[in-house]
């Protein structure tokens, strides 16, 4: 089994709409979260942490359920310059290993 | 947060050779990642590399194959010794600042292996 799995997608969603993707994990031990952002051809770029039930920043909101070991992020209003692919992460319990996800595609078409 | 940068940026290299990755930090960290993302996958952590100590290796990597320096706590190297076509991948580089669990990583190198 996967440490960290995620609907690849692709989610393709007009501009305005609200996005949501999950990504459940395996290890019931692991203390930290993360959301990264990855544009075509570019390294992945920090977007949210996610340490307690959720975090919040503008459009973005990310959620935490322990009890059923998932994460997900929401995104509202969707803009153009959202369009990429999104990886959740497991930082685990020690923050020395990292377990990726394989990236869910998301397109805003105008 | 931090600046990470990495040479070279893209590489291409025959069959047999080796390639090493340079990967230059701009503040001092204790522990360094060594990352593999294969075209249309996600990131595989080759190892982790802490200043003063030998890497750690994954699962499925090893020290012959990908040797690791790590001269001080701004700098590391990854080395791809006697590639092949299977090789070819974008290889990151990414730090831990501070106090945090965050990751942040530098731009990569895409080598490609005739």
């Known amino acids: 089994r996967k440490e960290v799995e995620q609907d690849p997608g692709p989610f393709n969603v007009p501009e305005g709409a609200t996005v949501a993707f999950n990504c459940t994990y395996s290890?019931?031990?692991?203390?930290?979260f993360f959301w990264y952002r990855q544009d075509c051809r570019k390294e992945p770029k920090l977007l949210m942490s996610?340490?307690?039930s959720g975090n919040e920043d503008g459009r973005f909101t990310a959620q935490l359920n322990r009890a059923s070991q998932y994460i997900s992020l929401l995104i509202r209003d969707s803009k153009l310059s959202d369009s990429a692919t999104y990886l959740c992460?497991?930082?685990?319990?020690?923050?020395?290993?990292?377990?990726f996800g394989t990236g869910t595609s998301l397109t805003v078409i105008p | 947060s931090a600046v990470i940068s990495q040479k070279p940026s893209r590489d291409i290299c025959q069959r047999g050779t080796s390639l090493t990755i340079q990967c230059q930090v701009d503040?001092?960290?204790?522990?360094m990642f060594w990352y593999r993302q294969q075209p249309g996958q996600s990131l595989t952590l080759i190892a982790t590399?802490?200043?003063?100590?030998?890497?750690?290796?994954e699962s499925g990597f090893v020290i012959d194959k990908f040797p690791i320096s790590r001269p001080n706590l701004t700098f590391s190297t990854l080395t791809v010794s006697n590639m092949s076509p299977e090789d070819s991948s974008i290889y990151l580089c990414?730090?831990?600042?501070?106090?945090?669990?965050?990751?942040?990583f530098g731009p990569g190198t895409r080598l490609t292996v005739t």
């Open positions: 290890n019931s031990a692991s203390q930290s």
């Open positions: 990414s730090v831990t600042p501070g106090q945090s669990y965050e990751q942040y």
């Open positions: 590399a802490n200043q003063g100590s030998e890497a750690t290796y």
């Open positions: 503040s001092q960290v204790t522990m």
């Open positions: 996610v340490y307690s």
């Open positions: 992460v497991d930082g685990s319990n020690t923050g020395n290993q990292f377990y």
